[in-house]
């Protein structure tokens, strides 16, 4: 006991007058746990499903009147939610209906917000697997109605996609028509509310597309006179 008292003191001592026992002990106990470290199997990372949503009760209970600002971070929460501990989770592995439940919860927080919508349209779409890449078109159609003004966008970009990775005319004809019959706020760019024509035309039905134009151009929705030349003569109409 007088020798540990001696050893281990709060002066410093030299190597040298520890004895070489000692220092055998402590090194053969180092060297053993590195043995036992090194021979322990891997952490298993497994993967977390997505839960279900809470209530609008309770997210707005837990928002304290920042419904916004809580609705922001729920996106940061969800878009992050495919890298968890130990595991990267690709967006084809996660359940989009319930992605779909997060990101109306999130609209429901902040009617104004945009991301949502632009991570349904843009992000979520990217995954190879057909039905899910619906889910997300259908529901950025959906929230489309619900202001059209604002929402217009996402919904172009929903037409791309329909088109040209779906390769599925019709439903991208059924997008293009929303926006021309719904987003008419002036500010919506001309090019937006015309895609109906283009999608008519990649239809090869040339004569709903003239018909189409003779409307939008009777009811004045296209001003620019260079944009009327260049349909007109695109469509060969007089």
Known sequence: MHFFQQAFSDKERPVKVVPKWLILILTLAFFTQLGWHAQRPAAIAIATQLPEPPSMALLQAVSLDESAAFSRILMFWLQAFDNQPGISLPFNELDYNTITA?????????????????????????????????????????????????????????????????????????????????????????????MELFILEDLDDVEGAKILLGGLLESGAIKDQNEIKFLKQRLGVR
Not at 103 to 118: G, I, T, V
Not at 119 to 140: C, G, H, N, W
Not at 146 to 170: G, I, M, N, Q, Y
């Open 102 to 194: 997060w990101l109306e919860r999130c609209l429901q927080l902040d009617k104004k917000a945009q991301y949502p919508l632009l991570a349904a349209s843009r992000l979520y779409t990217q995954v190879p697997d057909e039905k899910k890449q619906r889910i997300m078109l259908e529901f950025v159609h959906k929230k489309f109605f619900e202001d059209p003004s604002s929402r217009w966008p996402w919904l172009t970009h929903a037409v791309f996609v329909a088109k040209h990775r779906l390769k599925d005319l019709e439903l991208a004809l059924s997008y293009a028509r929303s926006l021309r019959i719904h987003a008419t706020a002036e500010h919506v760019p001309t090019w937006a509310k015309q």
